[in-house]
């Protein structure tokens, strides 16, 4: 697309929201602070680099087997770059303590140290790449349905040593780069029949929780992500929504709503204005659900849009970490990237220019008819020609244009894998 055609039309956007007291230099400016956390575990089917690593396990399933995913850490490393450099703006990588540079050496899980995500530290800092981490409880011998809430004492503590270590690690990030690293604490503790241990299952998780989060951390900050249920653990999830809300609003903490761990008829962005009352911040994992949890690439669909216009209608942007979550082996891995990115990027534009401000004065009016018309009338607002501007302002592709270089990565690159 031709530079002037962009910038004529972003002029005309620019006026059209101007009448709608809207400043689109504003939103622009937001929209470079808006940073994604993108997850590092959609270029290779959340393999990791364990020596000893086996199938993904742990209510989690990763589906396809498109040619080229990446095979190590330099094939990882290249292929984030890569989809980062289609990406307007600046963002993080969310690494999972599996994907350690772990060299050929065998490291179990309760020995994991900074010393083996190092060379992350050093090729983010090198990169401008800040970095997010989460502890893995997942695809391990001692996995089994129960983790954290495991009545076995030694299984227990190996995953409570385990997931102590990842957040002396994710400290050790936060110091290095000069920025709280997010870690997120996921467990897929549950059971696929019939219990009547609801009660000392959540007694242990909470116990366990006690004690990991004993240590003050200066330099990270703790998020906990509940979940309606897993893959062979359909009956009964340990770490619930209501279990982890009632832990974070009573502990500080920030819980994680990942969209796809939801009941299909439950909307995760009303849950932003509920959870802010009582919590400090929130993280997101958005993914797309269909049906139950099968992290599809994100899209500009109903439900993301409605989540980031929750945040920015809440006046939240600050207080909200925005982090992606999804893994499809089905189609090329550098295009799931960018397409979930900058679908998540469109979303917040679009939020950032509705005048919610005046819509919410109508409101408060009672002027309903008012306030359905011109939200109406939003969705048919060029919007796109702003999201537009902010591609060519830094300097990625625009439009269609990325599909080329991925096409043209896949020719050289990950077609010789």
Not at 151 to 168: L, N, V
Not at 251 to 275: M, Q, R
């Amino acid at each position: 697309m031709k530079t002037e055609q962009i910038n004529r039309a972003y002029e005309l956007a620019k006026a059209r929201y101007a009448d709608l007291g809207i400043d689109t230099e504003k939103v622009l400016e937001q929209l470079q602070n808006f940073h994604l956390s993108m997850h590092c575990w959609q270029a290779d089917d959340v393999s990791g680099f364990e020596v000893q690593a086996g199938a993904l396990t742990g209510g989690i399933q990763s589906t396809g087997n498109y040619p080229g995913k990446a095979r190590n850490i330099d094939e990882l490393r290249a292929d984030v770059l890569k989809a980062k450099s289609l990406i307007p703006g600046t963002h993080r990588l969310n690494l999972h303590e599996i994907y350690g540079d772990f060299k050929g050496k065998v490291v179990d899980r309760d020995e994991v140290t900074v010393e083996y995500f190092q060379s992350w530290i050093d090729w983010a800092r090198e990169n401008d790449t800040k970095l997010d981490f989460n502890s893995t409880s997942f695809s391990h011998p001692k996995s089994g349905n129960l983790t954290l809430a495991n009545p076995d004492k030694g299984i227990r503590d190996f995953w409570i040593e385990h997931t102590k270590r990842c957040r002396d690690i994710a400290n050790a990030m936060g110091e290095a780069q000069g920025d709280a690293c997010i870690m997120n604490l996921w467990v897929h503790d549950g059971c696929k029949d019939q219990s009547v241990n609801h009660y000392l299952y959540r007694k242990l998780l909470k116990e366990s929780l006690d004690e990991i989060f004993a240590k003050e951390q200066p330099c990270m900050k703790d998020c906990i992500e509940g979940k309606l249920f897993g893959i062979g653990l359909e009956s009964f999830t340990v770490g619930s929504h209501d279990f982890y809300t009632a832990y974070a609003a009573k502990n500080n903490k920030i819980p994680t709503i990942d969209t796809g761990h939801y009941h299909p008829t439950e909307s995760p962005a009303d849950k932003v204005s509920a959870l802010l009352q009582f919590v400090p911040e929130l993280m997101l994992h958005v993914s797309r659900p269909i049906r139950w949890d099968s992290d599809h690439v994100t899209i500009m669909d109903d439900a993301t849009q409605e989540l980031f216009s929750e945040i920015v209608r809440a006046g939240a942007l600050d207080r909200v970490h925005y982090g992606l979550d999804y893994f499809d082996g089905s189609i090329n891995r550098i295009g799931a990237y960018v397409i979930g990115s900058r679908a998540a990027q469109k979303c917040m534009t679009r939020a950032l220019l509705e005048p919610s401000k005046m819509i919410s004065g109508l409101e408060l009016q009672g002027k309903g008819f008012q306030v359905l018309g011109i939200l109406e009338e939003c969705k048919a607002l060029p919007w796109n020609a702003v999201y537009d501007e902010f591609c060519l302002r830094n300097d990625v592709p625009v439009g269609t244009d990325f599909i080329a270089e991925i096409e043209r990565y896949e020719a050289d690159v990950t077609s010789k894998r």
